[in-house]
């Protein structure tokens, strides 16, 4: 079964105007991580945002913020006032702990990525 | 500062050829990461480690990858009898901690021909 889900393959959004991006996520575990990534055509992955699963406030970076809603498993991309450089694919990516051996191991997965491109 | 930076950029190798990866992470960043990335696809995560030690290996794709990072800092993949399959960008990513986020290097493109 897929960890992350990203059900937008492809979004569009005109310059200036706020846009979400969709991720769902599944895990048992109590302790785990939410990212999103930008990967612009150059093939950089830049960090975005991050969500502790015990973080309380959604976390918030500039025009970048996530909804977080644990009950519904999903950690929504919202990036406000959109502009040409936010042209870029957007993947969303969960750590989870699978395993305690020492310094601990972990489980780190992302989705298949969303495309955004942002129309003058 | 200086980012995670990986060695060679470009790579083509012949089949059945071995080929070495390497990556350079952020200064004082504890945790490394690699990650495999083939064309207009996810990441795929290979390994993680913390300071040396790679508590799970489950990630590689086969017996033919290992990885290894020594001293805290320097990490190399290792690729075995290189497969078409391999081919693939390589990522690399540090972080400061297990729960802080991860910056990536610019990748190493794979090709085996």
């Known amino acids: 079964a897929q960890k992350i889900t990203q059900t937008q393959p492809g979004m569009f959004v005109q310059e200036k105007e706020a846009v979400t991006l969709d991720c769902t996520y599944d895990?048992?575990?109590?302790?785990?991580?939410l990212f999103w990534y930008k990967q612009p055509s150059s093939g950089e992955m830049i960090f975005l945002i991050y969500?502790?699963?015990?973080?309380?406030q959604n976390a918030t970076e500039g025009r970048y913020s996530l909804n977080f809603q644990k009950a519904r498993k999903s950690a929504n991309l919202v990036i406000s006032a959109s502009q040409l450089g936010d042209s870029a694919m957007y993947f969303c990516?969960?750590?989870?702990?699978?395993?305690?051996?020492?310094?601990?191991?972990?489980?780190?997965?992302f989705g298949k990525g969303t495309k955004l491109s942002v129309i003058p | 500062g200086a980012g995670v930076s990986q060695s060679p950029s470009n790579k083509v190798t012949e089949k059945g050829k071995d080929v070495e990866l390497r990556c350079d992470p952020i200064s004082g960043h504890t945790a490394l990461y690699w990650y495999r990335q083939s064309l207009g696809q996810g990441l795929e995560f290979l390994i993680y480690f913390q300071g040396n030690s790679a508590p799970d290996k489950s990630g590689l794709p086969s017996d033919r990858f290992s990885a290894e990072r020594t001293g805290g800092s320097v990490s190399t993949l290792t690729i075995q009898r290189t497969q078409q399959e391999d081919s693939a960008v390589y990522l690399c990513a540090s972080s400061l901690g297990t729960f802080t986020g991860q910056y990536f290097g610019p990748g190493t493109r794979l090709t085996v021909t």
């Open positions: 990516a969960m750590r989870e702990r699978v395993a305690y051996s020492g310094a601990g191991s972990y489980q780190l997965t």
């Open positions: 969500q502790g699963s015990y973080d309380e």
């Open positions: 895990t048992s575990d109590q302790s785990y991580g």
